[in-house]
């Protein structure tokens, strides 16, 4: 992939960091173990809609539903911090605001999701 | 030997966006783009649903009369639609990824078949809600 860099340009240290692969892949592999965890996530959710808050409590109780709601959430903010990572790159060009809104979405995918993590372990531990 | 002095040669640019009659490619790709960005505060919903089960029966009862809310319901039917037809997309984009699909009238024909699936899908799942009384 280097040779894609002219020698001047890697000279003047504008090159690759080296890391684009990498977040290349993380955004596909989430997307696909997404595609099954969202379809049961949907029948999930008409599941819930249709109870209340003890049945919503017994559903997560459920080891699987524990489990699978752990993953949706892990997987969906991983996914989505890496999306709009793409977006605030693809239109911010200004360092300090397109450093901000990085940060932003760091911080909001990283405390959004752990909170919905440990909220659905917590309950799902009895904790509730 | 003057071109020297002139700095960098002016680079050929890339047509503008409103340069380009739309056709379904761009508008499905655009599109995926703007339902992921709605599905970003969807996670956000999703989140707040499980800190307000975390929270208790009095929170989570006030969590899901917002949601049940006229407007709530707008808001997660156009969640709905913008999760399937991002599905639906993201897997077409797997495809392209392989690099296989990019022949302009599979390409064509994929991107009206996300729109379909994202509606079809969409009223299913309404339906089926509305059937078992989840409404």
């Known amino acids: 992939m280097e040779n894609y860099r002219t020698p001047l340009r890697r000279a003047r240290g504008l090159g690759s960091a080296k890391h684009g692969v990498g977040h290349w892949l993380a955004e596909r592999v989430t997307s696909v173990a997404l595609v099954p965890l969202v379809l049961w996530a949907v029948f999930g959710v008409i599941t819930l809609a249709g109870t209340d808050y003890y049945g919503a409590v017994a559903w997560i109780s459920q080891p699987l539903n524990a489990v699978l709601m752990v993953l949706l959430t892990a997987v969906s903010f991983l996914h989505m911090h890496a999306g709009m990572r793409v977006i605030v790159e693809d239109y911010i060009h200004t360092t300090l605001s397109k450093s901000a809104l990085l940060l932003l979405n760091l911080f909001v995918c990283a405390l959004m999701g752990s909170l919905a993590v440990f909220s659905i372990l917590k309950v799902a531990l009895g904790g509730a | ?135």
């Open chain 2, 1 to 135: 030997m003057t071109e020297t002095t002139q700095g960098p040669r002016e680079r050929p640019l890339s047509p503008h966006l409103m340069g380009w009659r739309p056709h379904a490619t761009m508008v499905g790709s655009i599109l995926h783009r703007i339902t992921g960005s709605a599905l970003y505060g969807g996670a956000l919903i999703l989140a707040g649903w499980a800190l307000s089960l975390a929270a208790g029966p009095d929170a989570y009862q006030a969590f899901m009369e917002l949601l049940g809310s006229p407007l709530g319901k707008l808001v997660l039917f156009g969640l709905t639609l913008s999760l399937f037809y991002h599905l639906a997309k993201g897997v077409q984009h797997l495809f392209w990824d392989s690099g296989k699909g990019f022949a302009l009238p599979i390409a064509n024909m994929a991107t009206i078949a996300c729109f379909a699936f994202a509606v079809a899908a969409t009223l299913a799942v309404w339906a089926i809600a509305w059937m078992t009384g989840a409404l």
